[in-house]
């Protein structure tokens, strides 16, 4: 079991957020994200994770719950698809229990079950993470995610951080 974690959210971090499901027809922006594309921002984080190739991702996103795991992890491009190595939610958690659980309290608590030694979360939804979380939680703007520039230089600077002995 990986002990070094990346927490991926996608809405907000590898693409714009809000995205809808159609149930026939996937997932989706509406008009306006009109000229965006599904993980447009996901080669940012490839490139970011490349010197550290022994981080593993956990999906930290809510489209575990509104697909499933296998569906959610199939739509990263395969280079981040081969890192992932589960998920913060699981078919044996209470849906409604985890639901009520802020962000940050869902990484913290799987960051406990799996004892990470060192881990950083990419999330657009700063609910719930406290002062003890701040030096591995990276926020993205909810429409630039790791478009941003000042995004991409917190994660460069969090990933050394946590990633260094490595």
């Known amino acids: 079991m990986s002990k070094t974690i990346l927490y991926l959210d996608y809405?907000?971090?590898?693409?714009?957020?809000?995205?809808y499901r159609h149930p026939r027809?996937?997932?989706?922006?509406?008009?306006?994200?009109?000229?965006?594309?599904?993980?447009e921002y996901a080669e940012v984080l490839v490139e970011a994770l490349a010197p550290y190739p022994h981080v593993a991702i956990v999906l930290s996103t809510s489209w575990v719950r509104v697909l499933s795991y296998s569906q959610?992890?199939?739509?990263?491009?395969?280079?981040?698809?081969?890192?992932?190595?589960?998920?913060?939610?699981?078919?044996?958690m209470n849906k409604f229990e985890f639901d009520a659980m802020s962000r940050g309290a869902q990484?913290?608590?799987?960051?406990t079950r799996r004892s990470?030694?060192?881990w950083v979360a990419l999330d657009d939804d700063d609910d719930g993470w406290g002062a003890a979380a701040s030096s591995h939680f990276v926020l993205t703007e909810r429409t630039s995610g790791l478009s941003e520039p000042?995004?991409?230089?917190?994660l460069?600077?969090?990933?050394?951080?946590q990633f260094k002995q490595w």
């Open 150 to 154: 000042q995004a991409l230089i917190e």
């Open 107 to 111: 990484v913290l608590a799987d960051a």
């Open 72 to 92: 959610a992890r199939a739509y990263l491009p395969e280079t981040l698809r081969s890192r992932v190595i589960g998920a913060t939610f699981h078919s044996a």
């Open 25 to 39: 027809g996937g997932m989706y922006f509406g008009l306006e994200h009109a000229g965006h594309s599904l993980f």
């Open 116 to 118: 990470a030694t060192s």
């Open 156 to 161: 460069s600077d969090k990933l050394k951080e």
């Open 11 to 19: 809405d907000g971090v590898l693409h714009p957020e809000p995205v």
